[in-house]
């Protein structure tokens, strides 16, 4: 079955870390850029960050300098590094990728099935 698998969220106080990670069952990340959404409550769904097949990346300006994407093509996963967590990060975190799977060879997009992140204060 091809889909992402994320983990790593839970309940930090202000000021401390997470990693979440997102990994692809089933699949291969395509060359197409990936990257992390998050909806709060009452929120629409808005993007966090992005990093290209190259490597580059690119960050809202709300988590530039807290937050930091990457991916390991040779596990499938990607990740994202939060450190100085502020309560305003408190959200559902999701993923998206292009996937091509293993089956088939047919690329897609996905989302993750979403990582719940509480920052206390």
């Known amino acids: 079955q091809v889909r992402l698998v994320e983990s790593g969220g839970g309940l930090v106080q202000a000021g401390g870390s997470l990693r979440l990670s997102c990994a692809a069952s089933?699949?291969?990340?395509?060359?197409?850029?990936i990257g992390w959404y998050r909806q709060a409550p009452g929120q629409q769904r808005e993007w966090v960050a992005t990093?290209?097949?190259?490597?580059?990346?690119n960050y809202a300006d709300s988590v530039k300098g807290r937050f930091t994407i990457s991916r390991d093509y040779a596990k499938n996963t990607m990740y994202l590094q939060m450190n100085s967590l502020e309560p305003e990060d408190t959200a559902v975190y999701y993923c998206?990728?292009?996937?091509?799977?293993?089956?088939?060879?047919?690329?897609?997009?996905?989302w993750g099935q979403g990582t719940q992140v509480t920052v206390s204060s």
């Open positions: 998206k990728a292009s996937l091509i799977s293993v089956v088939n060879g047919i690329p897609a997009w996905y």
């Open positions: 089933g699949s291969t990340f395509s060359r197409n850029a």
């Open positions: 990093i290209s097949s190259g490597g580059s990346t």
